[in-house]
């Protein structure tokens, strides 16, 4: 039995095993530096992911536009179909701002109203130099 160990058989044995083992450990550390370059990965594009899914969130979100309120707003402008409103109240006390700036799609924008004129105040407000004196 002793006597084996020794042979040259048994040694091409021995050093057939151990050129398996190194070939096992070499691969299971090229194994795991894979393991570890797609962990990376991963951890990488987990802030890209993040981003992506809030993106995609806010494209459902709507903000009413008289009070901001964020929500699934299904009432929008008429005319321009890009302004969303939470209630109908704030779609009537929106307008007056909205109107100046809402144009249909496709529409050419319109253009801006002429610039008013301040209403003339009544005579007896108005100071005349003549009468500093």
Not at 15 to 43: C, F, G, P, W
Not at 103 to 126: I, L
Request: proline share 9%; hydrophobic share 25%.
């Amino acid at each position: 039995g002793n006597r084996a160990k020794h042979s040259p058989a048994a040694q091409t044995v021995h050093h057939s095993s151990d050129r398996n083992l190194y070939a096992i450990v070499a691969t299971i550390k090229t194994m795991n530096a894979l393991a570890q370059e797609q962990l990376q990965r991963q951890a990488d594009s987990i802030p890209l992911l993040k981003r992506e899914i809030e993106r995609e969130f806010y494209k459902s979100i709507k903000f009413c536009n008289c009070c901001q309120r964020p929500g699934e707003w299904k009432k929008k402008c008429g005319r321009c179909k890009e302004a969303y409103y939470c209630s109908r109240e704030c779609q009537k006390w929106a307008w007056p701002v909205h109107k100046q700036h809402c144009y249909a799609p496709g529409a050419e924008r319109p253009s801006k109203p002429p610039p008013t004129r301040p209403v003339p105040r009544p005579k007896a407000d108005v100071v005349r130099e003549e009468q500093v004196d």
